[in-house]
């Protein structure tokens, strides 16, 4: 018998009771409400809805003592300040019609959730209208009374969590809330650039975003140089393109200027941030088989379209969304950050050179005499002859080759020697190149390799027994909707009986591939994100394994010709910035970086 199973009396009946009003709010606070970065948010979009072109935000120990957002947007009369407190009462929609919705809230449950849990005191005056404030306390509301108020609102929230005590015990360190909270402001600022942000933590301005100006395209550009940096503009390539009512703007980062997490990926719909597996995960899916393990690209992407297409109604934060063709903005995402990722050709970030010259270390000034030290006439002399000189166990593995032809003037510039049989040293008209011969040129073939799959197709070898996939019959119906893809890239299924799939054929180089495990991995991938590359990714990975046997090998000496050769395919092939694992191939030292180093420049 099963000691937890529950006792039962004969006598016993469910009784069911009608919440009172503080309780429901209560539970409504803890879906909305999740820590003070959830107020800020609410509050500032509810800002942002308004109108406002300036809001200003100043917290305490982190938001538990104090949130107070102002702003100059519309206001409020008087007579709505009670009714703003209510559930369910809002400006943004008439309930007509749940799916066209353009502001940031529409629920109405914000402002009676934070009451509920919170000293809530709202001070607001609309043009042409007198001040009033009202304040609630624990879900207490007080009544309306006049106050002085310039026009637009201020929202001031005190003791948060006071009347759910236990929810403060979730709470994590002040410095970690203010962390939050100013992510939260800073996310709602990357996509508004014609309104101003500022938040101020225990009375020190930690962020401010002043209003930008100028057309559209360069005040986004200006606002995400100044919360993203300067590094990832400069080593971002735009984004614009459009599908099926779908428009897609924006910016993604060079695969050489990848994160170690998902930190630096900003996603809006129609302007709203969201953290969305199916947009998360086309945005994986762009950066296929340019990024090395565990890295995670930067973007700052937009999309936009009709609010009919995209419900925004599926979490009670807003964070998530729903597409009604799913596919369409998957498949748009994806393609434009191919093409762009193709686009950017042999571009690598100019942080891989930051980088380098960060690693150069200038050696310390030497006494003028050193008698442990062979000199320089011996070292001379014992280079000339190609001899070992005492102090040096063997002489430097480089090489100088005269060119004939002078291309300095080539995006990579001119070969001029190659060290250690494996980097390429070229000139350009103001620095230098260093260059990866074997990661550059199993770049080159792995390219080829992909052209030739994509224009004959990827061969498939049929199965002398078919494989016999058991799964449930809605699994079986979701994968053989996707017959004709897996077709184009060699496996072949076809129903067998009620819950099940034969596989026919397989990829010709994935002659050993476990099918049963690929379809099972590939419907866990339609669950999760709504789509799958597992298939395309292992096909590449193939491809990737023979590029790096059929690539020139580290230790090879080139001649000057070759070398140049390289450099010049580089320039025209796609994505050769990087290696298929994702390293950089070539790196860039600026002339005056290098006069730096050597003292020759302030």
Same mark, same amino acid.
């Given at each position: 018998m099963n000691?937890?199973?529950?006792?039962?009396?004969?006598?016993?009946? @469910?009784?069911?009771?009608?919440?009172?009003?503080?309780?429901?709010?209560?539970?409504?606070?803890?879906?909305?409400v999740e820590r003070p970065a959830s107020a800020v948010k609410e509050l500032v979009e509810n800002a942002l809805d308004a109108g406002a072109v300036r809001i200003q935000v100043a917290i305490?120990?982190?938001?538990?003592?104090?949130?107070?957002?102002?702003? &100059?947007?519309?206001?409020?009369?008087?007579?709505?300040?009670?009714?703003?407190?209510?559930?369910?009462?809002?400006?943004?929609?008439?309930g007509s019609d749940l799916l066209a919705i353009t502001s940031f809230g529409f629920r109405g449950e914000a402002l009676p959730s934070l009451g509920?849990?919170?000293?809530?005191?709202?001070?607001?005056?609309?043009?042409?209208?007198?001040?009033?404030?009202?304040?609630? @306390?624990?879900?207490?509301?007080?009544?309306?009374?006049?106050?002085?108020?310039n026009c637009g609102t201020v929202v001031e929230l005190r003791d948060l969590f006071f009347a759910t005590p236990a929810r403060l015990k979730f709470l994590r360190t002040e410095r970690a809330e203010t962390q939050a909270v100013a992510e939260v402001l800073r996310r709602l600022a990357m996509a508004e650039p014609y309104v101003g942000f500022s938040l101020t933590a225990d009375g020190r301005e930690i962020f401010r975003a002043d209003a930008e100006q100028g057309d559209l395209f360069?005040?986004?550009?200006?606002?995400?140089?100044?919360?993203?940096?300067?590094?990832?503009?400069?080593?971002?390539?735009?984004? &614009?393109?459009?599908?099926?009512?779908?428009?897609?703007?924006?910016?993604?980062?060079?695969?050489?200027?990848?994160?170690?997490?998902?930190?630096?990926?900003?996603?809006?719909?129609?302007?709203?941030?969201?953290? &969305?597996?199916?947009?998360?995960?086309?945005?994986?899916a762009g950066y296929m088989d340019v990024l090395a393990p565990g890295r995670h690209p930067a973007a700052v992407l937009f999309l936009e379209c009709d609010p009919q297409m995209v419900d925004v109604n599926v979490h009670p934060a807003k964070a998530e969304v729903r597409f009604r063709d799913p596919q369409a903005a998957r498949g748009l995402l994806v393609s434009?950050?191919?093409?762009?990722?193709?686009?950017?050709?042999?571009?690598?970030?100019?942080?891989?050179?930051?980088? @380098?010259?960060?690693?150069?270390?200038?050696?310390?000034?030497?006494?003028?005499?050193?008698?442990?030290?062979?000199?320089?006439?011996?070292?001379?002399?014992?280079?000339?002859?190609?001899?070992?000189?005492?102090?040096?166990?063997?002489?430097?593995?480089?090489?100088?080759?005269?060119?004939?032809?002078?291309? @300095?003037?080539?995006?990579?510039?001119?070969?001029?020697?190659?060290?250690?049989?494996?980097?390429?040293?070229?000139?350009?008209? &103001?620095?230098?190149?260093i260059v990866d011969q074997h990661a550059a040129h199993e770049r080159l073939v792995y390219e080829r390799l992909k052209a030739q799959a994509r224009a004959s197709g990827i061969p498939a070898q049929a199965l002398l027994i078919p494989e016999i996939v058991e799964l449930p019959p809605a699994d079986a119906d979701r994968i053989l909707a996707l017959a004709g893809d897996l077709a184009a890239l060699g496996l072949v299924i076809e129903p067998f009986g009620p819950g099940a799939v034969a596989i026919r054929e397989v990829p010709a180089m994935l002659a050993r591939l476990d099918g049963g495990a690929l379809i099972r991995d590939i419907l866990d991938d339609l669950a999760d994100q709504g789509a799958s590359d597992r298939l395309q990714a292992r096909i590449d990975a193939v491809l990737?394994?023979?590029?790096?046997?059929?690539?020139?090998?580290?230790?090879?000496?080139?001649?000057?010709?070759?070398?140049?050769a390289l450099l010049r395919e580089m320039e025209r092939t796609p994505k050769s910035g990087q290696c298929n694992h994702g390293r950089p191939t070539w790196v860039k030292l600026a002339l005056s970086d290098i006069e730096r180093l050597f003292g020759r420049r302030d």
């Open positions: 000691s937890h199973a529950p006792k039962i009396r004969p006598d016993a009946r @469910t009784v069911i009771r009608q919440l009172d009003e503080a309780t429901a709010n209560r539970i409504a606070a803890g879906e909305v305490e120990e982190g938001g538990k003592r104090l949130i107070r957002v102002t702003d &100059d947007g519309c206001g409020m009369v008087p007579e709505d300040l009670p009714l703003a407190l209510s559930r369910h009462a809002t400006s943004k929609i008439d509920a849990v919170g000293r809530l005191t709202i001070t607001s005056r609309a043009q042409g209208a007198e001040g009033a404030a009202i304040a609630v @306390t624990g879900g207490r509301i007080d009544p309306a009374r006049p106050a002085a108020a360069g005040a986004m550009t200006t606002r995400l140089t100044r919360l993203m940096g300067a590094d990832f503009i400069d080593n971002a390539v735009p984004m &614009d393109a459009d599908r099926d009512g779908i428009t897609l703007t924006g910016f993604a980062a060079l695969p050489t200027y990848s994160r170690g997490a998902a930190v630096a990926q900003h996603l809006f719909v129609n302007g709203r941030p969201v953290r &969305d597996k199916l947009l998360t995960g086309a945005l994986r434009a950050l191919r093409h762009a990722m193709a686009g950017a050709g042999h571009r690598a970030s100019s942080t891989v050179g930051d980088a @380098t010259l960060a690693a150069v270390q200038v050696e310390p000034a030497r006494p003028a005499w050193q008698p442990d030290r062979p000199s320089g006439a011996a070292i001379r002399a014992g280079l000339a002859l190609q001899m070992p000189v005492e102090g040096f166990a063997e002489a430097p593995s480089a090489r100088y080759e005269q060119v004939i032809d002078d291309e @300095t003037d080539a995006p990579l510039g001119a070969a001029r020697a190659q060290i250690h049989e494996n980097y390429i040293i070229a000139q350009t008209p &103001d620095g230098l190149v990737s394994s023979m590029a790096c046997h059929g690539s020139v090998r580290s230790g090879r000496r080139m001649t000057a010709e070759e070398m140049n």
